[in-house]
C-alpha cells in the first residue's frame, strides 16, 4: 500500500484554528494488530487516533490525541433501531458526566430508492440559553463521502476520497477530512468516528 505519511507525531495541537484545515484519515490503528484509526495533519503529524485494541464493533470508544489523552468518549445507545452514539467530552483526563457533548442518530430511510444515509447531531445544551444546536452530517449507502453542515445548510466539514498526486484513489480505507475555520477539530473527529461506527467501518 501506498504510504500516508511519514510516522511523525506532534507534542501539543490546538483544536480550533482561523483557518481551513486538511486532515488525511487512515482506517488503521497504530497498534497492531488493533482496530481503529490514524489521523494525520497536513504536515503529516499524527494528531488524532482511535484504538480499539483487539475489539471491533465495540459499544464504547474513546477518541485520543497522540499522546493517549483521550478527548471523547462514544457509547453506543441500545434498543435504536439504525443506530445511535453518543458523545462526552473529557477535560483534563477527566469525563464530563454531566451530559453528552453531542448525540449522533442515522436517519436512513429504507423506502427510499437513492438511499441516502443522513444522521442527525445533536449537540449539549448551551449552560447561559438552555438551546440545543444540530447538525445532519449527508451521505450515501456504502459510499465513504459525507459533509457535515448545520441548519442553514453551511458547509462545516467533508469527507472525501484520499488521492495521489497523481490522481490515483488510495483505497477505502484512506480519507481526506477538510474542516472549515472556527470548527473545533476534535469535536469533527468525534462526529466522522460516530458516522464511522454507525455504518460499522469501526
Request: aromatic share 6%.
Given at each position: 500500500m501506498a504510504k500516508i505519511h511519514p510516522q511523525t507525531s506532534v507534542k501539543g495541537s490546538d483544536h480550533l484554528t482561523s483557518e481551513r484545515e486538511t486532515f488525511t484519515i487512515w482506517m488503521k490503528s497504530l497498534v497492531f494488530h488493533g482496530n481503529g484509526c490514524t489521523v494525520f495533519n497536513s504536515k503529516g503529524e499524527v494528531v488524532f487516533r482511535v484504538d480499539n485494541y483487539q475489539t471491533r464493533h465495540s459499544s464504547e470508544v474513546f477518541l485520543m490525541d497522540i499522546n493517549g489523552v483521550v478527548l471523547f468518549s462514544m457509547k453506543r445507545k441500545k434498543l435504536q433501531m439504525f443506530g445511535c452514539w453518543e458523545g462526552y467530552k473529557?477535560?483534563?483526563?477527566?469525563?464530563?458526566?454531566?451530559?453528552?457533548?453531542?448525540?449522533?442518530?442515522?436517519?436512513?430511510?429504507?423506502?427510499r430508492r437513492n438511499r441516502h444515509k443522513n444522521c442527525h447531531v445533536t449537540l449539549g445544551c448551551e449552560k447561559t440559553t438552555g438551546r440545543r444546536n444540530s447538525y445532519k452530517i449527508t451521505g450515501l449507502e456504502g459510499k465513504s463521502t459525507f459533509k457535515i453542515i448545520d441548519n442553514a445548510g453551511h458547509l462545516l466539514a467533508e469527507v472525501i476520497k484520499?488521492?495521489?498526486?497523481?490522481?490515483?484513489?488510495?483505497?477505502?480505507?484512506?480519507?481526506?477530512?477538510?474542516?472549515?475555520?472556527?470548527?473545533?477539530?476534535?469535536?469533527?473527529?468525534?462526529l466522522v468516528i460516530a458516522h464511522g461506527l454507525i455504518n460499522q467501518k469501526l
Open positions: 473529557w477535560i483534563d483526563s477527566k469525563l464530563n458526566k454531566e451530559r453528552p457533548g453531542f448525540q449522533v442518530r442515522s436517519n436512513c430511510n429504507i423506502f484520499k488521492q495521489s498526486l497523481s490522481g490515483v484513489p488510495l483505497g477505502d480505507d484512506v480519507l481526506t477530512l477538510v474542516v472549515e475555520p472556527q470548527m473545533d477539530h476534535s469535536l469533527v473527529m468525534a
